[in-house]
């Protein structure tokens, strides 16, 4: 027995002695118990078949699962300090297959969806000092196990809930690993969910370990999401406000689907405001506005199909709708890789008459301040969207404040060049991270203000700590 296998022992051992009194609703729900339960997969077609649209995205989806039927299981490959290339491309495809063989009963898919979790579970780890990487193979593992239970044999459920366990939730409680429990951003939503998806997954077998997990990502979250107030801006842009605002809402589904309730999360103040805010981040030609660590391509955001339903407001499905009409191939990109979640999410809206959003300005305060405006909802609209805000104010900003970019006539005018890829750097020794006063962050001459649309003065970097941030304000 070697070292990490004590290790995870003397944890199961003192599990019992750290649970909390329990503050969660009993259910006793079988598998699957994860967004969808047991014969939910014959109205959720009905639904689709429906829809002329619906029809068409689930066909293309389905095409795409053909083709991973013809794949070979995905190999352990590290690129630098990080697995997560692979975590989201496992993620993508026991999803998709998982999904396929839901809603039509195929066997071969959920073959192939088991042929790829059984050889992932055979890796020496998810590479938890990067727990991103964990997260999302831990997502990708808790649904297809769920998922696919009752097509599971019983040797290979058991391989599949050791590796769940193992490799996914006990590395959280390890505090070489867990720092994601201090973050305020998008790595507190994405870790925190998967590890709920991952203690429901196993409630049955680990009952005082989902307790405690789940009542930890019940709190926990709440941090992050203290950052939608009080208009819905989200601090880390539309790239990160796609990362963290998914898992964010996939936490919040299978909460309520499962309790019947969300604990109050939904209600925390700007975030059911902050769809409009990544609506109104996307101009005219489907460019979004991309300052710091963002890219300049639009990405599916699933999400909003929640917030539509929840909202009654179809009008927020826009640019995510055109962009699934648009793509013929629904093969695997790593921004598609939660696909399936918008049929559970979102079947049943209309899509055939999106109207265009009630309003053509959207301003919000927090430490990424924005002001997006345009002159109307058509293509060849106007639009200029601008922000302001502290230089240094999360991890992922720019020396960019006072940035902005402008639409017109169908074009992008004024652009902003988005981030440079973080191992290029880090491959050259450079702690991207450090945004401190001074910080090596500054010495890349991507990230600052001689590389933004800002005007700079004497030829000098931005000063960092030249303002408060607006939470230091409000107080």
């Known amino acids: 027995m070697n070292g990490r296998s004590i290790l995870l022992l003397f944890i199961l051992f003192l599990l019992p002695l750290s649970v909390k009194s329990m503050k969660l609703p009993d259910v006793d729900i079988p598998h699957p118990r994860l967004l969808l339960f047991e014969g939910e997969e014959q109205k959720l077609v009905q639904e689709l078949m429906q829809d002329s649209l619906w029809s068409l995205f689930q066909e293309r989806t389905l095409r795409a699962c053909d083709r991973l039927l013809l794949t070979e299981p995905l190999e352990r490959l590290q690129t630098g300090r990080r697995l997560l290339v692979v975590s989201r491309e496992a993620l993508y495809r026991i999803f998709m297959l998982s999904y396929a063989w839901r809603t039509t009963g195929e066997p071969a898919y959920a073959e192939r969806a088991e042929k790829e979790m059984l050889s992932i579970s055979r890796y020496e780890d998810w590479n938890p ?177 929640w917030f539509a339903r929840k909202k009654g407001d179809a009008a927020l499905l826009r640019y995510e709708c055109r962009q699934l009409l648009e793509t013929e191939s629904y093969d695997y990109e790593e921004y598609r890789r939660m696909l399936p979640s918008v049929f559970v999410l979102g079947a049943g809206l209309p899509l055939s008459q999106i109207p265009d959003p009630s309003s053509t300005l959207f301003v919000a305060r927090n430490d990424a301040p924005v002001v997006l405006m345009r002159s109307a909802w058509r293509d060849d609209a106007m639009y200029v969207a601008i922000k302001g805000g502290s230089a240094s104010s999360n991890t992922h900003t720019h020396l960019d404040a006072g940035s902005f970019v402008m639409d017109a006539m169908g074009e992008r005018w004024v652009v902003d060049l988005g981030p440079q890829d973080y191992h290029s750097l880090e491959a050259e020794g450079l702690n991207i991270w450090d945004n401190s006063e001074g910080g090596s962050r500054w010495s890349i001459y991507r990230y600052t203000n001689f590389t933004h649309n800002v005007i700079t003065l004497n030829d000098q970097l931005f000063n960092t700590r030249g303002g408060r941030n607006y939470s230091e304000r409000r107080r």
């Not at 196993?202 to 203290?226: H, K, S, T, Y």
């Not at 299978?254 to 996307?282: A, C, N, Q």
């Open 129 to 305: 000092e990067h727990f991103l990487d964990v997260a999302e193979m831990t997502m990708a593992f808790s649904i297809g196990y769920g998922w696919m239970y009752d097509f599971l044999s019983p040797q290979s459920r058991q391989i599949i809930r050791r590796a769940i366990l193992e490799k996914g939730l006990l590395p959280s409680l390890d505090e070489r690993y867990n720092g994601f429990l201090e973050k305020t951003n998008n790595w507190n939503q994405v870790c925190h969910t998967a590890m709920a998806y991952g203690a429901i997954a196993l409630m049955d077998e680990e009952p005082g370990l989902a307790l405690q997990l789940i009542e930890r990502v019940v709190e926990g979250i709440r941090v992050p999401m203290n950052n939608y107030a009080p208009e819905g801006a989200y601090p880390e842009g539309y790239g990160y406000w796609h990362y963290g605002t998914t898992y964010n809402v996939m936490l919040l589904a299978v909460l309520d689907k499962l309790y019947g309730t969300d604990f109050g999360l939904s209600e925390i103040p700007g975030f059911m405001r902050t769809p409009e805010y990544v609506l109104h981040m996307v101009g005219p030609t489907s460019l979004p506005f991309n300052f710091g660590d963002s890219g300049g391509r639009m990405r599916l955001n699933t999400s909003l199909f």
